[in-house]
């Protein structure tokens, strides 16, 4: 047998394409046409170094979309004269008062429909009411702000969503956005994520379904299937309320150190892996 012919043996065996293995036995093996046992000495192994086409395209196909959330962030960057806002129709007492979406052309109506669909939203509307939530201002969260999902700054001044994918192509699932949002809500009256605040985040996400009037008639009471929050999913939401400074209440200023940074994006990459 041939180098060449081992080659194609391991590209049709391992998937690998002839042209991306590295053949190693004491250095790299180049001479396709030279017979095997001419190459490597008895009872030594020939090591194949490559990675599966499959494998390989996909790779190459998340990488051309972070090539396009570069530009695409670097084309939107977020600034105060970004954010556009609109007031909201509704009459409640308790509720959100203004809507702000980021001016971002590509898609921009529909980043607002969902702040107001969020808004609208029965079982939302229905928790404000009950805990008697009054929030200034909900606005969509930059990707390019925060490694994080949302913010409450001043228990109800500001709350930030994050709205759209990371390359600010798509949007996030409108349940998974909402989920979030009764993250935030919980904000309004425990800062720090203690026990507290897990216990008030549990009631939210179930209230918003168990108060919602519109799914009458559908499958509620004891078969319904509530959100659970798991207190480790706690950090990659939002690391906890902000004051008016930006830094977490109850803490210190946010660390800008390398480690930080990667444990928080691991943790919020794990969290978008349980909410999928």
């Not at 699932?173 to 507290?196: C, K």
Request: proline content about 3%; glycine content about 6%; overall charge neutral.
């Amino acid at each position: 047998m041939t180098l060449g012919q081992l080659r194609a043996h391991v590209e049709q065996q391992y998937d690998i394409s002839a042209v991306d293995q590295k053949l190693i036995c004491k250095g790299l093996l180049r001479n396709d046409t030279a017979m095997i046992r001419d190459l490597v000495p008895n009872e030594s192994k020939i090591v194949v170094m490559g990675t599966p086409s499959a494998e390989l395209a996909s790779f190459q196909a998340l990488n051309a979309r972070r090539q396009i959330g570069r530009a695409n962030n670097l084309k939107y960057r977020a600034s105060a004269s970004d954010v556009y806002h609109t007031r909201a129709t509704t009459t409640d007492e308790y509720g959100f008062g203004v809507f702000k979406e980021l001016n971002i052309a590509h898609r921009r109506q529909d980043a607002l429909q969902m702040l107001h669909r969020l808004g609208r939203d029965e079982g939302v509307r229905q928790v404000m009411r009950k805990h008697k939530y009054n929030v200034q201002l909900l606005r969509e969260l930059h990707p390019n702000e925060r490694t994080i999902l949302g913010y409450n700054r001043n228990r109800g001044e500001e709350i930030a969503l994050r709205l759209r994918t990371d390359d600010l192509e798509g949007f996030r699932d409108y349940q998974s956005v909402r989920r979030v949002l009764m993250h935030e809500l919980a904000h309004m009256v425990w800062d720090a994520h203690d026990d507290n605040f897990h216990k008030l985040n549990r009631e939210h996400c179930k209230e918003v379904v168990e108060l919602d009037w519109t799914l009458r008639g559908q499958t509620v009471g004891p078969h319904v299937e509530y959100y659970e929050p798991q207190p480790s999913d706690a950090e990659a939401v939002d690391g906890g309320s902000l004051a008016a400074s930006g830094f977490v209440l109850g803490g210190t200023a946010p660390s800008s150190s390398d480690s930080r940074d990667t444990m928080r994006e691991q943790t919020y990459s794990a969290y978008m892996r349980r909410a999928k």
